[in-house]
């Protein structure tokens, strides 16, 4: 089974540019998630999809963060403007449905760095 | 809001030492819990999970954690650790039956001398 995708792998950029990072989930699982998660510290969810649905954004910073699930498979997430304080992992885990129980997949991540 | 407090940022032992480390949340209700491993250079994957039933709970490669619900304590165990054991450690909790995000502590870095 293959597990979660994401990339790239590694980005640099300025601050006050965009980025974008993709993520192919676990195929079937329905449920979706990103995290990130700064050096010294465990994962924070940003936001988790169902299908393509948003069932959890709260942590999303709405004013430079987005994130989509437009076919309910792959996902987007988006940063813009990029900040310091954003240089980050970006984690992208999936699991086969919405309740607490299901184990959580996660992908390799995405390791931003803003300069 | 729930939080995870993992007591140790960095850990060092030497093989077939003892390990524990500990592992506390803040929540009200009922939880389930669990532990992540990152090994060097690979994802986070699950080591070990706790829902209901037995409080003692066994996980891959030989770890166990156990609940003790009245300290809201979830402690990862292993008798004897080895060097591919080196890696960072994660507790992790949410709610049952409402939202299942998971609210991570800021881990433990393992690092085990051969």
């Known amino acids: 089974e293959a597990g979660v995708a994401q990339s790239p792998r590694y980005k640099i950029i300025e601050k006050r540019q965009s980025v974008a990072f993709w993520c192919n989930p676990i195929?079937?699982?329905?449920?979706l998630y990103w995290y990130q998660q700064i050096l010294g510290q465990g994962p924070k969810l940003l936001i988790q999809?169902?299908?393509?649905?948003?069932?959890?954004d709260s942590q999303l910073p709405k004013d430079r963060f987005s994130a989509e699930r437009l076919k309910g498979v792959d996902s987007t997430l988006k940063i813009q403007p990029a900040k310091l304080e954003d240089s980050a992992v970006y984690l992208c885990?999936?699991?086969?449905?919405?309740?607490?129980?299901?184990?959580?997949?996660f992908g390799p991540g995405t390791r931003l760095t803003v300069t | 809001a729930q939080s995870v407090s993992q007591h140790n940022h960095h850990v060092i032992l030497s093989e077939a030492a003892s390990l524990e480390l500990g592992c506390n949340y803040s929540?009200?209700?009922?939880?389930?819990l669990f532990w992540y491993v990152q090994y060097p250079g690979q994802h986070l994957q699950l080591l070990l999970k706790?829902?209901?039933?037995?409080?003692l709970v066994k996980g891959i490669k030989g770890f166990e954690a156990e609940f003790i619900k009245s300290k809201f304590s979830f402690n990862l165990r292993k008798p004897s650790v080895q060097w591919s054991d080196t890696a960072e450690y994660f507790c992790?909790?949410?709610?049952?039956?409402?939202?299942?995000?998971?609210?991570f502590g800021k881990g433990t870095k393992l690092t085990v001398n051969p």
């Open positions: 992790a909790v949410n709610n049952q039956g409402g939202s299942e995000k998971l609210v």
């Open positions: 999809f169902q299908n393509n649905g948003v069932v959890d």
């Open positions: 929540y009200g209700g009922t939880v389930n």
């Open positions: 706790y829902f209901s039933g037995d409080p």
């Open positions: 885990a999936s699991s086969l449905e919405i309740a607490s129980t299901y184990e959580q997949y």
């Open positions: 195929s079937g699982h329905a449920t």
